[in-house]
């Protein structure tokens, strides 16, 4: 039989006694180091099912503590030992902690004669490779130390738990003095420390998401909880405010004392005050929620900015401070598409602030309109994914107020922020505005910006996306700002002392052939001598100058000389820039009466529609009188919406039905609030 009948071994007749021992030999060996293989290839198994199970067990729960203890018992199994334990390393403070023990005191290691003659050969080739990892492995080994948890002396092997690039902990394993410890040991202690490691980050990194998500969660709660409180909170605040306001404008023609009346007027301003603080906080939640989007429609720009300005005319006034429009009027189309409402709300805001924190000075607002080069991404245009002109609005506001220190500037765009308490306490506001128009000009799609310093005023620029061609607006309407053509041929002198309101005046007057503009008027005065004596006629048909109480008296001198100078039988027209109210209205008619002659008066801001307004008026021969002022009352409020009121409407309704007909007018007023019905 041979070894293609199924024998392992054999030997052929004749053969002698030591064939027979060696080939027995052989194949004693051959079966040891069968059983030797297949033990090594079980013991990798197992190592295998136990690397993964540690994994699956640190997985299977949050919480080392419970843990780790298994974890150990099951290391215990391949590796064993007296003792192993794992202990948590804070590197700042240098404490250790334990964080899981296992013990076996009654454990030995036994050893049979192959491994003390494994020991024996490789000692030295071992002391030499445990050496180099005790110096570059996160590996330490100890043949004889003393361990004060257990009071004797142990042989320790340790391996460094690492997380995040650092050391968490370390994992220890005692036998008695002296003991050796196998590569292969020293490698698979190291492999666990390793999975260790990464079930550790796993966990860390899990929790950590886990709280995240949580507050993630808990913080939108809350912000809906808060939104949902603002808004109804705004809303209950808004309707006994209604009755305040109501009530107020109806005592205004009534027969009051003038301190019944400064009484209602403070009422009123505080009531408007805390009108917009209300509104501020119910946009705000809305802005935060996201439930505001741009309607655009077609609107005429200049009305809006100059409207805008008039609401500050009062304020700007009290404070003797010049408000200013400069306005590109020869440039920026009259009627453009865009958020009529947003970009008004903008304006307001960073108007109020800048007259706000001005104390004197001006403030001053250019406007102009430019235009980029953009890819169309809208895929309804038939431009879709071209290259367009699209233009925007650039708005610049300058002021002389108190500045802002550049190291706070980064947290104005913040809600509720107050730069300066010490400041803004004694101003009205509750640091809203800016945050809201950040967010507008960026649902717009433009930019925000400021430049300011402390001391020194504030610059705030912004650009916002229009339209400029409305489809609903006939091209040749597009830019209508034109002077009359008789105003044209005329010479023009402006006294003004302030640099930005000469500037912007000259703006609306580009179109007319001569104008001349001075800060002083004896300036004025001095270039139409000089123009008289070289040409033999008067120098100017028209003469705009500011008048204020200070420099009054040299307003009538300057004006009696250019009367004097008229050599035309009283054609100059001189107009007086005077601020509006009472107070400016009285020096205005003061003068009047004492130069004489044409006359006219122009409140300031001087804008282009107040100068339109005041030449189409001084074709007339009398004297003019022209109190050019934007009368237009801009509420601004934000539409709520309103309960169903089905059921009460149809109580009314029924009522007037069965009413009797009479002669007289009825009206009817529903609303869901008894109070707002008296007011009404």
């Not at 306001?245 to 009123?268: C, H, K, P, Y």
């Not at 107050?418 to 101003?427: A, L, N």
């Amino acid at each position: 039989m041979g070894l293609d009948k199924g024998a392992n071994n054999y030997l052929k007749k004749p053969f002698s006694a030591r064939e027979l021992i060696a080939r027995i030999r052989d194949s004693i060996e051959l079966s040891n180091l069968r059983r030797k293989i297949l033990f090594q290839q079980q013991r990798q198994e197992k190592i295998k099912q136990t690397l993964f199970s540690i994994s699956e067990m640190i997985h299977s729960r949050l919480d080392l503590k419970e843990t780790l203890p298994n974890v150990l018992k099951t290391i215990h199994s391949i590796l064993p030992c007296d003792r192993i334990f794992i202990i948590s390393y804070e590197p700042t403070t240098s404490s250790r902690t334990l964080v899981a023990l296992h013990e076996d005191p009654e454990s030995m290691i036994p050893m049979d004669s192959s491994q003390e003659e494994a020991i024996t050969n490789l000692h030295s080739q071992n002391l030499s490779s445990q050496m180099f990892l005790n110096n570059n492995f996160g590996v330490d080994i100890s043949l004889n130390v003393y361990c004060t948890d257990t009071c004797k002396n142990a042989s320790m092997l340790s391996a460094e738990i690492k997380v995040d690039d650092g050391c968490w902990g370390w994992i220890k394993l005692h036998r008695p003095p002296n003991s050796f410890w196998f590569n292969s040991e020293i490698d698979l202690l190291q492999r666990i420390a390793n999975r260790i490691s990464l079930a550790i980050t796993y966990n860390l990194v899990m929790e950590e998401n886990l709280k995240k998500d949580m507050q993630i969660k808990a913080e939108a709660i809350a912000n809906k909880t808060k939104n949902q409180i603002l808004a109804n909170t705004s809303h209950e605040l808004r309707t006994p405010l209604g009755a305040i306001v109501g009530i107020l404008s109806s005592l205004d023609n009534g027969a009051l004392t003038d301190e019944q009346i400064n009484m209602i007027d403070i009422m009123t301003r505080a009531s408007d005050s805390l009108l917009s603080i209300v509104n501020d906080i119910l946009n705000a939640a809305k802005l935060e929620a996201h439930k505001i989007i741009l309607i655009n429609t077609t609107f005429d720009l200049l009305d809006l900015f100059e409207k805008v300005i008039e609401q500050f005319v009062e304020d700007a006034e009290n404070k003797q401070i010049e408000l200013i429009l400069n306005y590109d009027v020869e440039n920026i189309p009259r009627y453009v598409k865009s958020d009529h409402d947003r970009l008004k709300q903008v304006l307001f805001h960073l108007l109020s602030n800048s007259i706000k924190f001005t104390e004197t000075g001006e403030v001053v607002m250019d406007v102009s309109i430019k235009s980029h080069k953009v890819i169309d991404t809208n895929q309804e245009n038939q431009t879709y994914n071209q290259i367009v002109e699209k233009h925007y609005l650039f708005v610049e506001l300058r002021d002389t107020g108190i500045g802002i220190d550049p190291k706070f500037i980064k947290d104005i765009w913040e809600c509720f922020s107050q730069v300066d308490t010490s400041i803004t306490r004694r101003q009205d506001g509750i640091g809203l505005g800016l945050s809201i128009c950040k967010n507008l000009i960026a649902i717009n799609g433009g930019e925000i910006e400021v430049e300011s310093q402390l001391g020194k005023g504030c610059k705030f620029w912004f650009t916002w996306n229009i339209d400029p061609s409305p489809p609903n607006i006939p091209l040749n309407k597009q830019i209508s700002y034109k002077l009359p053509s008789y105003i044209l041929l005329k010479r023009i002198l402006v006294i003004h002392p302030v640099k930005s309101a000469r500037s912007s005046i000259l703006k609306y007057l580009k179109m007319v052939e001569i104008v001349d503009a001075f800060d002083d008027p004896s300036k004025g005065i001095q270039e139409a001598k000089n123009y008289q004596e070289l040409h033999n006629k008067s120098a100017y048909d028209i003469v705009f100058i500011s008048l204020y109480e200070k420099n009054k008296e040299e307003v009538i001198k300057v004006s009696l000389e250019l009367r004097e100078m008229d050599i035309n039988d009283d054609n100059l027209l001189i107009i007086f820039m005077v601020p509006s109210g009472d107070k400016g209205n009285a020096l205005a008619y003061n003068l009047i009466s004492k130069v004489g002659g044409r006359t006219a008066i122009i409140y300031s801001p001087v804008t282009w529609q107040k100068l339109t307004n005041l030449f189409s008026k001084i074709m007339d021969d009398d004297i003019i009188e022209s109190k050019c002022i934007l009368n237009d009352a801009v509420d601004y409020k934000v539409r709520q919406i309103g309960q169903d009121l089905y059921e009460d409407v149809n109580k009314i309704v029924t009522s007037s039905r069965s009413r009797s007909a009479s002669k007289s007018k009825c009206s009817l007023c529903v609303d869901d609030d008894s109070t707002d019905l008296q007011v009404i």
